[in-house]
């Protein structure tokens, strides 16, 4: 019972916290100040993404939803490595309990983007949120993600399969690195590259299936390619 206590209590407070600043969609704020208050979900493809704020509202905007919708998935791996490594400190866990708050906080911020409390629970598809997320994990996860996402951008100049063939990326890039890099003597088990990947599988699995209308189109042929509205 103690150590269900110990844990319990701070992964609820990791989850809420991250959760609710994931709550806050930069997107329908942004394009409500620029754009005569309009609401993101009523323009373009009805998403509240950078891609539909970069195509229906303009430059400025996408540049303060970039800013500020990545800085809250990172806010988010920073709340829970800090409550996390309190929690380490506190009962002389190992350390990479640490990440395990870092991956909990990322799920919920991401479920938060998806699914915001603030805005009657239709938000974004939590690409961006999870790219930063990913980043402040392990930058090296990020930068081959990223890479991914670049090359198949580069040849289809189509956001929605450039983002799901970059989510689907993250748990094999996950386990390899925990298998190869982390798990040994001293440092993780092998229990710790199971878990990361379960979190890293939830992450891509949500992403995936926040695109599957996107996904549809790709196989009638009616995907939109990436447009920026110039403002």
Request: glycine residues 8%; charged residues 15%.
């Amino acid at each position: 019972m103690q150590e269900f206590v110990i844990f319990a209590l701070p992964s609820m407070l990791v989850a809420a916290v991250s959760y609710l600043l994931g709550s806050i969609s930069f997107s329908i704020l942004f394009t409500k100040l620029f754009y005569s208050r309009k609401d993101i979900r009523t323009l373009g493809s009805g998403n509240a993404g950078l891609t539909n704020v970069l195509r229906c509202v303009g430059v400025k905007a996408g540049i303060l939803t970039f800013v500020f919708d990545f800085s809250k998935g990172a806010a988010s791996v920073l709340v829970g490595r800090a409550v996390f490594q309190q929690l380490c400190l506190q009962y002389r866990l190992p350390e990479y309990f640490i990440q395990y708050g870092a991956y909990l906080a990322g799920i919920a911020c991401v479920v938060g983007h998806i699914y915001p409390l603030y805005f009657h629970f239709r938000g974004g598809k939590g690409v961006l949120a999870s790219a930063a997320i990913i980043a402040f994990l392990d930058w090296r996860y990020f930068l081959i993600a990223v890479s991914i996402f670049a090359v198949v951008f580069t040849f289809t100049r189509i956001v929605s399969i450039s983002s799901v063939c970059g989510a689907l990326s993250f748990p094999l890039i996950n386990f390899l690195f925990s298998y190869f890099r982390d798990c040994r003597p001293g440092a993780a088990p092998l229990s710790y590259v199971w878990i990361t990947t379960a979190f890293s599988m939830l992450f891509a699995g949500l992403l995936v299936y926040k695109h599957r209308a996107n996904l549809e189109r790709l196989k009638n042929g009616t995907e939109k390619r990436f447009s920026i509205k110039h403002s």
